[in-house]
């Protein structure tokens, strides 16, 4: 009774196969059979099918022109900050990303520094500053309150998640241009604006003199110390110490150091503040230079999307057309019934 019941269950197997594979067979056939006349038929409207490509492709070239869709290059790079705030450099680059939608090229590279020794416009700057078509900024947050920026906050979470803490001494900045061989002279000019603004310009002049002010501080914090660690080092009871053992006097000298620790702090510190105030650090920097992050579709690409989308609209009205009284048919029979 069992082999009986296991044969009957791959007999079941089998016929299911079997029936799996026909099916199969016939949807590959019906697939081939349907392939053929979408072939027969376009090559029986291959002219109106053409004309409509063609359409398509006209069409794709006449919105690139208009909306000057070139091939646009989106490029990131992150700024640091070292005289002003996040906040005030990101309402600057918005201002100047007004002049870019306007497409008052002249005023951007004037704003951005591509200008002669009598203030105009250079030819070259005013090319570069054309191929400029968006400024953007994004500031970094801290989402674990360890005061390191662990992402850029470009959809707006800092304004939604309260537990999030803005940074201000860096931002990422994106640009969209047209040709990269004037990414180095938009990179120099971004510095530039943001640099002779006249609130980071005043802070930058405040910082340079706050620094020479710390040197003198700190030179002279570690001379007075190093006066009176000498006046001490020098005096008889401080040099001297004496011990009394079974009469006779044992003289030892103590601590030779002149500089102590603290000295020693003092000088590193008035060094360090030497060292920046020689270098000169900008205002506002970027740390390597802009990387692509996206290409726009070039021309070509958007002029045969078009030209494709028209072909295949086309193709289904032509056989909408050419198969309307079978359609008609099918239609009344299903009313009939």
Not at 10 to 21: I, P, Q, R, T
Not at 86 to 102: I, M, Y
Not at 280 to 291: C, E, I, Q
Not at 307 to 325: C, E, H, M, S
Request: hydrophobic share 40%; charged share 30%.
């Amino acid at each position: 009774m069992m082999e009986q019941q296991n044969n009957n269950e791959e007999l079941d197997l089998v016929w299911l196969f079997k029936a799996f594979y026909e099916k199969c067979r016939k949807a590959k056939e019906w697939f081939k059979c349907k392939v053929r006349h979408a072939l027969r038929f376009a090559w029986k409207k291959k002219i109106a099918l053409t004309i409509a490509f063609l359409i398509g492709v006209g069409g794709g070239i006449c919105q690139s022109v208009m909306e000057n869709y070139f091939t646009k290059y989106t490029l990131e790079s992150l700024a640091f900050l070292k005289t002003t705030s996040a906040d005030v450099c990101d309402d600057l680059l918005e201002s100047l990303n007004l002049f870019c939608k306007k497409k008052n090229y002249a005023k951007v590279a004037e704003m951005m520094g591509m200008v002669d020794e009598n203030g105009k416009v250079t030819k070259e700057g005013l090319a570069a500053a054309s191929k400029l078509k968006k400024v953007s900024s994004y500031f970094w947050i801290d989402d674990r309150h360890s005061g390191a920026p662990t992402e850029v906050d470009k959809n707006g979470r800092y304004l939604k998640d309260t537990s999030v803490v803005r940074i201000y001494d860096r931002l990422q900045v994106e640009i969209v241009t047209s040709e990269l061989p004037v990414v180095d002279t938009i990179k120099n000019g971004l510095v530039h604006y943001l640099s002779t603004n006249e609130e980071v310009k005043r802070n930058y002049d405040s910082r340079q003199e706050m620094l020479k002010k710390m040197i003198v501080q700190y030179d002279a914090e570690a001379g007075v110390l190093d006066s009176l660690r000498r006046q001490e080092y020098f005096s008889e009871a401080y040099r001297k110490k004496t011990m009394q053992i079974d009469g006779p006097m044992i003289v030892s000298e103590s601590n030779r150091q002149l500089f102590h620790d603290d000295i020693l702090k003092l000088k590193n510190k008035s060094f360090d503040c030497e060292i920046e105030l020689q270098k000169k650090v900008a205002s506002v920097y970027f740390n390597r230079d802009f990387a692509i992050t996206s290409t726009s579709p070039k021309v070509l690409t958007l002029s045969l999307i078009y030209g494709a989308i028209a072909y295949v609209i086309a193709f289904i009205i032509l056989g909408f057309f050419d198969k309307r009284k079978s359609i008609k048919k099918y239609l009344e029979s299903e009313d009939e019934d």
